[in-house]
């Protein structure tokens, strides 16, 4: 099969993983397909944490027609019992003769063992097709796994100039539909949405999910509020949501104001002991979140929350969404807000940048 046909069933193959983006975390997302004599025989992709794999649902499809023939995944086939059987005995087993991959998992378990196992069954195993994409598609993935952090990604929507919202906080709306569902996209995309104490005061926000058709899920809400302001009356801990919210909180607090909150359904807290500056310590925090098995986390701070984050180095990717509009002053709250560098050289830069025209907004990404 010429370079072509492997780059086409790839791409194939990477499509099909996407449409498990944000129901498979702490588990990847993967697409498989299966290909004989040219054609399409089987499909499949891993749906939802703890059901079966991308491979499981490719070679069912594909039945007898999987001997002698091709199967592309975008991650290494697993080679261990965990929730379900390993797929590289299955693919061994189902006669398939040659596995495209486009990367090497990078889970300690399986990391070159599935690869291992394929080719002494004497299975021809190519790797490193598209291994670029592969990566990006499970960039939270690969944080969360070999790392003791979820993967954090900070979400901004602010004019031209700078400014998340006017003096007095209003900022309804500073970007506009196309991108606010944009926004809503990203937060079924995650396991977990941050926000500090002082938006909830601000906003009174849902934090929820709003998609067409009810699609899309509610991430888990963090939000930082280290004396425990949030009021009892608050939308996001009085509606009908799935997804629970933490209150992470000074460890001191009293435990008489502690048990007004822990009566309410879905709400955790998470007491912390707060640094020598009254802060909640984010690393710390960070790692407990990724105890509790949380892969990803869309910051949706404010200027101060955003600045911390930044000063700190924990934001992996950036999502600014940037309007034609401009504030014209200089007392609007900032996209971050806190003492810059005195150099140019000292600046955070982004890579791997990208842009997305949203009708008259601007949405800009980038890895920091």
Request: proline share 4%; charged share 25%; aromatic share 6%.
């Amino acid at each position: 099969m010429d370079k072509k046909d492997d780059l086409y069933y790839m791409r194939e193959a990477l499509k099909l993983a996407w449409k498990g983006e944000g129901y498979t975390s702490p588990n990847p997302l993967v697409g498989a397909v299966v290909v004989k004599d040219g054609e399409v025989v089987g499909r499949g992709y891993h749906r939802y944490y703890g059901g079966p794999h991308a491979e499981v649902y490719a070679l069912d499809e594909a039945g007898k027609q999987a001997e002698g023939a091709t199967i592309y995944v975008n991650l290494e086939p697993c080679s261990h019992y965990g929730k379900t059987p390993p797929c590289s005995l299955k693919i061994i087993e189902s006669g398939i003769k040659r596995v495209v991959i486009a990367m090497q998992d990078p889970n300690p378990r399986v990391s070159g063992r599935g690869i291992n196992q394929l080719q002494k069954a004497g299975i021809l195993v190519k790797i490193g097709l598209l291994a670029d994409e592969a990566r990006e598609l499970n960039e939270s993935f690969i944080k969360y796994i070999t790392s003791d952090y979820p993967f954090v990604y900070l979400k901004i929507a602010q004019t031209l100039d700078g400014f998340l919202a006017t003096r007095t906080g209003e900022s309804k709306w500073i970007s506009n539909e196309q991108a606010r569902l944009m926004g809503h996209r990203l937060r079924h995309k995650v396991d977990a949405i941050l926000i500090g104490g002082g938006t909830i005061l601000a906003d009174n926000p849902s934090l929820t999910t709003r998609l067409p058709d009810d699609k899309g899920k509610d991430s888990i809400r963090i939000i930082l509020d280290s004396r425990l302001e949030t009021p009892l009356d608050a939308r996001l801990l009085n509606q009908d949501s799935a997804a629970r919210t933490i209150l992470v909180i000074d460890e001191q607090l009293n435990t008489t104001r502690r048990n007004l909150y822990t009566n309410k359904k879905n709400i955790e807290l998470l007491p912390l002991d707060l640094d020598t500056k009254g802060r909640i310590p984010l690393k710390i925090l960070l790692n407990k979140l990724h105890e509790r098995g949380i892969g990803s986390i869309l910051v949706e701070g404010g200027g101060r929350i955003n600045y911390s984050f930044l000063q700190e180095n924990l934001i992996d990717k950036v999502y600014a969404f940037i309007t034609p509009k401009v504030l014209g002053g200089n007392d609007g709250i900032a996209s971050f807000t806190g003492e810059g560098p005195d150099s140019m050289a000292e600046v955070k830069k982004l890579k791997n940048i990208k842009y997305m025209v949203l009708g008259d907004n601007i949405l800009l990404s980038g890895n920091l």
